[in-house]
């Protein structure tokens, strides 16, 4: 099964497919609203979509118990063969899995996250990942082992990922872009958005 993401309104129609895909637009102008509309957490309120695939949300908000380490945390979560891969990854970013997690700083939380969603997308199938935000808190060295896993893991995994139109790491197979209160599709050349395009784009 392939991943596969269609939205439609009177004025568009986009289709994603597995890869990696950038939701961009100025603050306040409904980046997590469509992806929680997406994830089934909030009601349709204009237009259509579909989804064929498992769909995850991962905001900033995902929270777990402050006396757990993150090493239980992937215990609760994963049987040993995904456990495995979780510690793999918890040691690639840097990651005390030792340390309780409400005295982890808010990147360290955010790497639990991440951990969690990709390994659950290694179970096979067709996998969207909806990510609001995927790289607050985290340091340009921790942003480049994440895209160096997510380039690892991309087979059967559609992402779109929600960023801050100033984020240098613009890289991905297409973007959309929401201004004027419509959703428009943009042209992505070499797998790199043009920093300057994308301003004018969302001004």
């Known amino acids: 099964m392939v991943p596969d993401l269609k939205l439609a309104s009177a004025a568009t129609e986009v289709t994603l497919t597995a890869g990696r895909h950038l939701l961009l637009a100025r603050n306040g102008r409904g980046k997590t609203t469509l992806l929680k509309t997406l994830a089934g957490l909030l009601p349709t309120f204009s237009g259509e979509f579909s989804v064929e695939g498992q769909v995850q949300f991962i905001d900033e908000e995902l929270r777990f118990d402050p006396v757990l ?41 955010q790497k639990v996250v991440l951990i969690i969603a990709e390994v659950q997308a290694m179970r096979g199938g067709a996998q969207i990942l909806l990510l609001d935000e995927p790289f607050s808190g985290l340091d340009f060295y921790v942003r480049d082992v994440v895209d160096s896993i997510w380039n690892e893991n991309k087979n059967g995994v559609l992402r779109l990922v929600c960023v801050h139109p100033d984020e240098p790491t613009l890289r991905a197979e297409s973007a959309l872009i929401i201004s004027d209160e419509k959703i428009a599709s943009m042209e992505v050349v070499g797998g790199q958005l043009d920093w300057f395009e994308t301003r004018k784009s969302l001004s």
């Open 69 to 109: 380490s993150p090493e239980k945390i992937f215990k609760a979560f994963f049987k040993k063969e995904f456990r495995a891969s979780a510690m793999e990854m918890a040691g690639r970013l840097e990651l005390d899995i030792k340390k309780p997690y409400g005295k982890l700083s808010k990147g360290n939380r």
